[in-house]
């Protein structure tokens, strides 16, 4: 099939599949992740079309929203992948990138690598840090009905995946936990070098969060 073809089809079988996503987690975070992996392509030497697919399918089904089932979107996007005849070595590869790509509180050993993964997860990571990041932790933690901030209940840096997948705390140690660790684990150059801008704009949030909190004049 014709490479521009696959790239429309899958980008039409993404948007369908989630018209109904939450705001965190829908096509336009994709699309963001889609823009970010062309970027950051640009300097690393890689396949671009298993990037393209890996960044377009990477969240076709997040395990969150399927009680924590980490095999329906590989099952999805293999199944998409083989209706369009993609050669079983690319499909391989999508789906390492889909089942490797997530933070799962940073205490799993990453157990596949490639220069396309790196693309990818350093896409889908800035995405999760700067004004959007804040915005997509809010609209999560809101979602989820957690609170904003508790001072009382710590932020825990040595969960487990499980734990972290089942943690219900409030959106403001997402930060700690997890926001505030991607700019040291960034794979890329032009990912180390985004990262550090929206880094920075997170520690101002979170100087002007606590500043409010505590009521400053």
Request: proline share 2%.
């Amino acid at each position: 099939m014709n490479k521009e073809i696959l790239i429309q089809k899958t980008i039409q079988f993404v948007k369908e599949e989630l018209e109904n996503a939450e705001g965190g987690h829908d096509w336009f975070h994709i699309e963001r992740v889609y823009k970010n992996s062309l970027l950051i392509s640009k300097t690393e030497e890689v396949d671009s079309l298993v990037v393209i697919l890996g960044s377009l399918l990477h969240d076709i089904a997040d395990s969150k929203f399927h009680n924590g089932d980490e095999t329906v979107g590989p099952k999805k996007a293999r199944k998409f992948l083989e209706s369009e005849n993609v050669s079983e070595k690319i499909i391989v590869h999508v789906i390492n990138i889909i089942e490797n790509i997530s933070f799962k509180g940073g205490n799993k050993k990453q157990l596949f690598h490639s220069k396309e993964l790196d693309v990818v997860q350093d896409a889908d990571r800035l995405d999760a840090i700067g004004a959007i990041g804040i915005a997509r932790a809010f609209n999560y933690g809101g979602f989820k009905n957690r609170k904003l901030y508790d001072p009382e209940i710590a932020s825990n840096l040595l969960m487990s995946p499980s734990e972290y997948k089942a943690s219900t705390a409030p959106t403001i140690n997402h930060f700690y936990e997890k926001l505030l660790l991607l700019k040291d684990k960034m794979n890329t150059q032009t990912g180390k070098q985004i990262a550090q801008k929206r880094h920075g704009y997170m520690e101002g949030f979170l100087d002007q969060f606590y500043g409010e909190w505590e009521g400053e004049k």
